[in-house]
T-cell receptor
Framework: GAGVSQSPSNKVTEKGKDVELRCDPI?????LYWYRQSLGQGLEFLIY????????KSGLPSDRFSAERTGGSVSTLTIQRTQQEDSAVYLC?????????????FGPGTRLTVT | GENVEQHPSTLSVQEGDSAVIKCTYS??????FPWYKQELGKRPQLIID?????GEKKDQRIAVTLNKTAKHFSLHITETQPEDSAVYFC??????????FGTGTSLTVIP
């Protein structure tokens, strides 16, 4: 079946503009995660959804970042008034989060460049 | 919250030698420890995982060991091959189903 998909794959935006990143998880996966990965760096946790609710928003870097998930499926990550330091690859992952499997399946990422 | 530390940050080995990457965690309640491999320009993919009720797990050339008392776990790759070159991330999951990733180890296997 289809894996996790993300769109767009690449986004170049001017400083100060808003951007919206989309994640389509694997069907039936209840958990959805957003991470940020700067060049050559590790995975920085941003936010986690269990169903449509986000029990942990502590990783969002600032109030310019927000995320939502509707219908227990698609999620969007919105960055308002983008800054150059927001440039990174944004990865989404989904998981069944059941007793049998915690495995996270990652999407291909969205490469965001803020000029 | 959980804190996962990973060492070394870079590792170079000769083809055929073994590679070991170590991680420590802080929350004794964490109960699941996966390892992900990320090749250049690609997404992370799970290569092996271990639950807290198991001390060791092996899958062909890779193995993971867990010491709950010391709160550390390690990835072992034997008979390394050039295609093992990648960045490896360890992680721990806490009781709130939150994943905490290590900072990654860049492994280079020299032919």
């Amino acid at each position: 079946g289809a894996g996790v998909s993300q769109s767009p794959s690449n986004k170049v935006t001017e400083k100060g503009k808003d951007v919206e990143l989309r994640c389509d998880p694997i069907s039936g996966h209840t958990a959805l995660y957003w991470y940020r990965q700067s060049l050559g760096q590790g995975l920085e946790f941003l936010i986690y959804f269990q169903g449509n609710s986000a029990p942990d928003k502590s990783g969002l870097p600032s109030d310019r970042f927000s995320a939502e998930r509707t219908g227990g499926s698609v999620s969007t990550l919105t960055i308002q008034r983008t800054q150059q330091e927001d440039s990174a690859v944004y990865l989404c992952a989904s998981s069944l989060m059941g007793l049998s499997s915690y495995e996270q399946y990652f999407g291909p990422g969205t490469r965001l460049t803020v000029t | 919250g959980e804190n996962v530390e990973q060492h070394p940050s870079t590792l170079s080995v000769q083809e055929g030698d073994s590679a070991v990457i170590k991680c420590t965690y802080s929350d004794s309640a964490s109960n699941y420890f996966p390892w992900y491999k990320q090749e250049l320009g690609k997404r992370p993919q799970l290569i092996i995982d271990i639950r807290s009720n198991v001390g060791e797990k092996k899958d062909q050339r890779i193995a993971v060991t867990l010491n709950k008392t010391a709160k550390h776990f390690s990835l072992h790759i034997t008979e390394t091959q050039p295609e093992d070159s990648a960045v490896y991330f360890c992680a721990a999951i806490d009781t709130g189903n939150q994943f905490y990733f290590g900072t990654g180890t860049s492994l280079t296997v020299i032919p």
